[in-house]
């Protein structure tokens, strides 16, 4: 009797596992910076994410410090906020399940232009600098798909930045600097 149940927990448990996997690889095909990511890749990059929980007011990384690390929110909201000249944090952006920020420290291997707190308790899932270096080495397809969803994500916010700043300076807020004369 104990060994029927014991086989039934198991088949459950590996029914439950396998579940949460499939929702996690129908979640991780949604998210833009893994867009195309199929088969053996999508696994690799599974293996790869680091899923971590936060709650409400938790700070999950500080503008100016090192980071090597990308988040994709799962579940939450994070915000993104920047110091400005007078030292007040501004906000400048809320993001949801699906999106993604920290990475700019990918890329560039600079320290962090924004600070990003917990609004709403999240769970992220990470893919760290060296997670990128492992997946180019394991498997060179998913690492060029990843840089290049990252690229069109980064191509993309900096069309927005263009926008935002056309339309500041559209409103009369600010006036341009005067031109020096030769």
């Not at 893994?34 to 503008?63: A, M, Q």
Request: with cysteine; proline share 3%; hydrophobic share 40%.
């Amino acid at each position: 009797m104990e060994t029927l149940a014991l086989r039934f927990f198991c088949v459950s448990f590996r029914a439950m596992i396998t579940k949460r996997d499939a929702s996690i690889a129908t979640f991780l095909r949604s998210v833009p910076v893994f867009h195309d990511l199929k088969g053996p890749s999508l696994e690799i990059l599974f293996d790869l994410l680091e899923e971590r929980r936060w709650n409400v007011g938790e700070i999950i990384c500080n503008e100016g410090e090192l980071g090597r690390t990308l988040y994709v929110i799962r579940e939450g909201e994070v915000e993104v906020l920047r110091k400005s000249n007078s030292g007040a944090q501004q906000s400048i952006v809320k993001l949801g399940p699906g999106e993604c920020f920290g990475e700019m420290t990918l890329v560039e291997l600079q320290p962090r232009s924004a600070s990003c707190v917990v609004r709403k308790k999240a769970v992220t899932y990470s893919l760290t600098n060296l997670d990128l270096w492992n997946l180019y080495k394991g498997d060179n397809f998913a690492y060029v798909i990843v840089l290049q969803n990252i690229t069109r994500m980064l191509s993309r916010r900096l069309r927005k930045a263009d926008s935002r700043i056309v339309e500041f300076l559209e409103s009369g807020s600010s006036k341009p600097a005067a031109k020096k004369k030769k």
